[in-house]
Protein backbone atom coordinates (compact mmCIF):
# COMPACT_ATOMS: atom_id res chain seq x y z
CA UNK A 1 0.00 0.00 0.00
CA UNK A 2 2.74 2.52 0.54
CA UNK A 3 4.98 1.40 -2.57
CA UNK A 4 1.60 2.43 -4.24
CA UNK A 5 0.53 6.00 -2.61
CA UNK A 6 4.51 6.39 -3.36
CA UNK A 7 4.33 5.97 -6.70
CA UNK A 8 1.03 7.91 -7.18
CA UNK A 9 3.09 11.09 -5.71
CA UNK A 10 5.93 10.48 -8.22
CA UNK A 11 3.79 9.91 -11.19
CA UNK A 12 1.72 13.39 -9.67
CA UNK A 13 4.48 15.61 -9.43
CA UNK A 14 6.21 14.24 -13.01
CA UNK A 15 3.02 14.95 -14.46
CA UNK A 16 2.30 18.55 -13.47
CA UNK A 17 5.88 18.97 -13.83
CA UNK A 18 5.46 18.10 -17.90
CA UNK A 19 2.35 19.84 -17.96
CA UNK A 20 4.15 23.51 -16.73
CA UNK A 21 7.59 22.30 -19.13
CA UNK A 22 5.69 21.66 -22.16
CA UNK A 23 3.09 24.89 -21.72
CA UNK A 24 5.87 27.22 -21.01
CA UNK A 25 7.70 26.14 -23.96
CA UNK A 26 4.16 26.29 -26.26
CA UNK A 27 2.98 29.64 -24.29
CA UNK A 28 -0.55 27.66 -23.53
CA UNK A 29 -1.50 26.92 -19.97
CA UNK A 30 -1.56 24.15 -18.03
CA UNK A 31 -5.56 24.32 -18.20
CA UNK A 32 -5.36 25.09 -21.97
CA UNK A 33 -2.58 21.82 -22.14
CA UNK A 34 -5.52 19.68 -20.60
CA UNK A 35 -7.96 21.00 -22.76
CA UNK A 36 -6.16 20.13 -26.04
CA UNK A 37 -5.20 16.80 -24.50
CA UNK A 38 -8.72 15.59 -23.61
CA UNK A 39 -9.76 16.57 -26.74
CA UNK A 40 -6.80 14.42 -28.38
CA UNK A 41 -8.24 11.12 -26.49
CA UNK A 42 -11.59 11.40 -26.21
CA UNK A 43 -12.30 12.28 -30.18
CA UNK A 44 -16.55 12.14 -29.43
CA UNK A 45 -15.90 14.74 -27.36
CA UNK A 46 -17.23 18.17 -29.45
CA UNK A 47 -18.67 20.46 -27.03
CA UNK A 48 -17.92 22.36 -23.73
CA UNK A 49 -20.02 20.12 -21.78
CA UNK A 50 -19.03 17.27 -23.72
CA UNK A 51 -15.54 18.46 -22.10
CA UNK A 52 -16.64 18.88 -18.24
CA UNK A 53 -17.93 15.12 -18.88
CA UNK A 54 -14.94 13.61 -19.25
CA UNK A 55 -14.00 14.63 -15.57
CA UNK A 56 -12.02 17.57 -16.86
CA UNK A 57 -11.77 19.58 -13.13
CA UNK A 58 -12.33 22.98 -14.86
CA UNK A 59 -15.73 24.59 -14.79
CA UNK A 60 -18.04 25.31 -17.67
CA UNK A 61 -17.05 28.88 -17.61
CA UNK A 62 -13.14 28.32 -17.43
CA UNK A 63 -13.50 25.49 -20.37
CA UNK A 64 -15.19 28.58 -22.40
CA UNK A 65 -12.18 30.54 -21.74
CA UNK A 66 -9.59 27.81 -22.60
CA UNK A 67 -11.39 26.82 -25.64
CA UNK A 68 -11.24 30.61 -26.83
CA UNK A 69 -7.75 31.07 -25.92
CA UNK A 70 -7.20 27.87 -27.59
CA UNK A 71 -8.79 28.94 -30.58
CA UNK A 72 -7.20 32.31 -30.96
CA UNK A 73 -3.89 30.49 -30.55
CA UNK A 74 -5.25 28.36 -33.44
CA UNK A 75 -4.80 25.25 -31.95
CA UNK A 76 -8.84 24.48 -32.55
CA UNK A 77 -11.59 25.98 -34.65
CA UNK A 78 -14.97 26.56 -33.13
CA UNK A 79 -18.63 26.93 -35.21
CA UNK A 80 -21.92 27.39 -33.56
CA UNK A 81 -24.18 24.33 -32.77
CA UNK A 82 -26.94 24.16 -35.08
CA UNK A 83 -29.15 21.98 -32.77
CA UNK A 84 -28.26 24.83 -29.65
CA UNK A 85 -27.32 28.34 -30.67
CA UNK A 86 -25.98 28.44 -26.91
CA UNK A 87 -23.28 26.06 -27.88
CA UNK A 88 -20.49 25.63 -29.44
CA UNK A 89 -18.26 22.63 -31.25
CA UNK A 90 -15.06 21.97 -31.17
CA UNK A 91 -12.95 20.74 -33.56
CA UNK A 92 -9.24 20.00 -32.75
CA UNK A 93 -6.90 21.33 -35.62
CA UNK A 94 -3.71 19.64 -36.26
CA UNK A 95 -1.81 21.83 -33.95
CA UNK A 96 -3.51 21.23 -31.33
CA UNK A 97 -3.21 17.28 -31.95
CA UNK A 98 0.28 17.77 -32.30
CA UNK A 99 0.72 19.28 -28.87
CA UNK A 100 -1.51 17.68 -27.39
CA UNK A 101 0.91 14.18 -28.79
CA UNK A 102 3.95 15.88 -27.77
CA UNK A 103 2.65 16.56 -24.44
CA UNK A 104 1.80 12.80 -23.74
CA UNK A 105 5.27 11.65 -25.25
CA UNK A 106 7.33 13.39 -22.87
CA UNK A 107 4.80 12.51 -20.19
CA UNK A 108 5.40 8.84 -21.32
CA UNK A 109 9.20 9.37 -21.62
CA UNK A 110 9.85 10.92 -17.61
CA UNK A 111 7.04 8.43 -16.12
CA UNK A 112 9.33 5.76 -17.64
CA UNK A 113 12.72 7.88 -16.33
CA UNK A 114 11.17 8.52 -12.99
CA UNK A 115 9.84 4.94 -12.29
CA UNK A 116 13.04 3.17 -13.69
CA UNK A 117 15.08 5.43 -11.97
CA UNK A 118 13.49 4.42 -8.87
CA UNK A 119 13.89 1.26 -9.13
CA UNK A 120 17.57 1.33 -9.93
CA UNK A 121 18.28 2.92 -7.03
CA UNK A 122 17.12 -0.01 -5.02
CA UNK A 123 14.36 1.36 -2.96
CA UNK A 124 11.88 -0.88 -1.96
CA UNK A 125 11.55 -4.17 -3.48
CA UNK A 126 11.66 -3.98 -6.58
CA UNK A 127 9.97 -1.67 -9.31
CA UNK A 128 7.03 0.43 -8.61
CA UNK A 129 5.00 -0.93 -11.56
CA UNK A 130 5.50 -4.72 -12.38
CA UNK A 131 5.07 -6.45 -15.48
CA UNK A 132 2.99 -9.80 -14.94
CA UNK A 133 2.94 -10.68 -18.58
CA UNK A 134 4.77 -14.19 -18.79
CA UNK A 135 6.97 -14.17 -20.89
CA UNK A 136 7.73 -16.93 -23.37
CA UNK A 137 10.57 -19.21 -23.43
Known amino acids: ?56 PL ?9 DALRKKGYLTTTLDPHD ?12 SALAHTFQEALHQRMETALSRRSSKGRGDGPLIQDNKKKKV
Open 1 to 56: CIKLIYACQILTKQYRSVLEEVGTAYHVSENELRVLVCLSVYPEVHTQKDLQATGL
Open 59 to 67: SISSICRMT
Open 85 to 96: RRSWIIHLEERG
